[in-house]
């Protein structure tokens, strides 16, 4: 797989020395105004905050009082930090760093309002790059490359205690791993105030596949719970967005937008103790497979003094899939509905 992130790379490289010869614009920390992120992707490096209701799960709930739905926050800092930006009339190329930092904290929980997981991710190096296509019904096609993606995960240390106090065995797996992401766009709408739909096909790849996306140190798992190893090393996605300013749905304020991000996710393959009915604690087993995580997105991007589109829109949210946060991705189930207000930094 290295090599092909070598050749993926160079390929980069050779367009964009290609397309200096007509250049026609170019600049330094530009922000860049295509291929840009679908809203409904979970790693999008754009900030985000959510709150919403969710299934409760006895592996994150420390109250251990409680059950059926209850509110939750997921709150995302990112942004796109530009390097380069340059283009010519059929040609757009950027280099850009992604990073964003996330927290998922459950803020109704009676003792306290604990922090039940963070997520840092950050890549190396970012590429994008569009073809524009005259006299074809496809406006554009183009690429985004990312070399080297890392992301680690943290529990949070209210809920490791808590578990400790109530008696039930608790793990904590060092959830760290680096990828290479390769993802094909058709249609960008280019940031702009028109009716479009735009698709994308990509996959993040794993590149250590022996390492896998987690490790667990002796000191800090039971004895009891066996950590296999992961042996999936491939999450492919599917997106699709929909915008249209002249929509019933839009008005001379705000654009209707459509997102929808299918990601086939990797769930982690241990298991976990928890409470029963009887209040025994029981261990549950869950074995790693490929699932299939849907997140929807529909709501409004607002438009600014200039009626061009603004950084912030409001948006509401359906998961379906398994969880998305940290450890937690080996629970397979965690439905969440919310309201989303998202800013493009």
């Known amino acids: 797989m290295n090599k092909i992130t070598l050749i993926v790379l160079l390929a980069f490289i050779g367009i964009g020395l290609q397309a200096q010869d007509t250049l026609i614009a170019k600049s330094f920390f530009k922000k860049r105004d295509f291929g840009q992120y679908f809203y409904s992707d979970r790693y999008a490096p754009i900030t985000n905050v959510g709150i919403g209701a969710m299934a409760l799960f006895d592996t994150y709930d420390i109250g251990l009082e409680r059950n059926g739905v209850v509110p939750v926050a997921e709150p995302i800092l990112g942004a796109q930090l530009p390097i380069y930006y340059f ?34 991710r950050f890549a190396l190096l970012e590429l994008n790059y569009t073809q524009i296509l005259e006299d074809s019904k496809i406006n554009n096609i183009g690429l985004r490359f990312i070399p080297f993606f890392h992301e680690s995960t943290h529990i949070g240390d209210e809920l490791i205690i808590s578990k400790i106090r109530d008696s039930i065995p608790v793990s904590r797996i060092n959830v760290s791993y680096e990828t290479f992401e390769l993802a094909f766009i058709i249609n960008d709408a280019f940031g702009q105030k028109v009716k479009n739909h735009s698709a994308r096909l990509g996959a993040k790849f794993l590149w250590n596949p022996q390492k896998g996306y987690y490790t667990a140190d002796s000191l800090e798992i039971s004895k009891s719970i066996e950590i296999p190893s992961s042996s999936r090393w491939i999450e492919p996605y599917l997106q699709y967005q929909y915008q249209n300013p002249d929509s019933w749905l839009s008005n001379n304020k705000m654009m209707f937008i459509f997102s929808q991000d299918f990601y086939l996710r990797v769930r982690y393959g241990y298991g976990s103790y928890f409470t029963n009915e009887s209040e025994e604690v029981v261990f549950r087993e869950i074995g790693e497979a490929y699932q299939l995580c849907s997140t929807t997105m529909l709501g409004w991007k607002f438009y600014n003094y200039k009626k061009e589109l603004s950084n912030s829109g409001v948006f509401f949210k359906i998961y379906i899939g398994l969880n998305p946060h940290g450890q937690f991705r080996n629970i397979p189930k965690y439905p969440w509905v919310g309201l989303n207000w998202v800013y493009d930094i």
């Open 87 to 120: 283009k010519d009339e059929s040609k757009r190329w950027s280099l850009s760093i992604p990073i964003s930092f996330s927290v998922w904290f459950d803020f109704t929980e009676e003792r306290t309002s604990p922090i039940l997981n963070t997520d840092y």
